[in-house]
């Protein structure tokens, strides 16, 4: 494993212990669910978009390390992009994830999504790693647009 490996291992490793933007958000406009049967992974997405921007984005779930820290990793990128760039972002990851684990990938180009190309080398786990990307999309598609509010 080389230094670059073990980098993007320590930052998987730390966003599955202190996962960012934990929760469920009172108010979202946007809101999605999903599982990955394979490995049992849920999530359950709420993002909050004003004027075409996410403003707050919170997840909650149970799942392996992998899934959880990718859907904290994701928070942490997503908030303050258009509805757009938040698109390209989920274009770009399924790009990474699911190119050939021999090809070289210019991780310099990638900011922070490079995190995800040592997940090509693990087939079994890219279903878990793209969770949160794929019930990104599903919730930004979802457009219910309607503030909701939920009190627990
Ligand atoms: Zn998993």
Redesign the pocket.
């Known amino acids: 494993m080389n230094e670059l490996d073990e980098l993007y291992k320590q930052v998987i490793l730390d966003h599955n212990k202190s996962p960012r933007n934990f929760g469920i958000l009172n108010v979202y406009t946007h809101h999605a669910e999903g599982h ?1 049967p394979l ?3 849920e999530i359950d997405l709420t993002v909050q978009v004003e004027n075409n921007v996410i403003k707050e984005v919170k997840f909650e779930g149970a ?2 390390a ?2 959880k820290a990718s859907a904290s990793i994701m928070t942490t990128l997503i908030k303050g992009k258009t509805i757009e760039e938040a698109k390209i972002l989920v274009d770009e990851f399924r790009e990474i994830v699911t190119r050939d684990p021999d090809d070289e990938i210019d991780t310099l180009n990638l900011g922070k999504l490079a995190v995800f190309c040592g997940v090509r080398e693990f087939p079994a ?1 890219v279903k ?1 790693a793209s969770l949160a990307w794929h019930t990104l999309n599903n919730a930004l598609d979802s457009a219910e647009n309607k503030v909701k509010i939920e009190k627990k």
């Open positions: 990955n490995c049992g992974d799942g392996c992998i899934s786990r878990c």
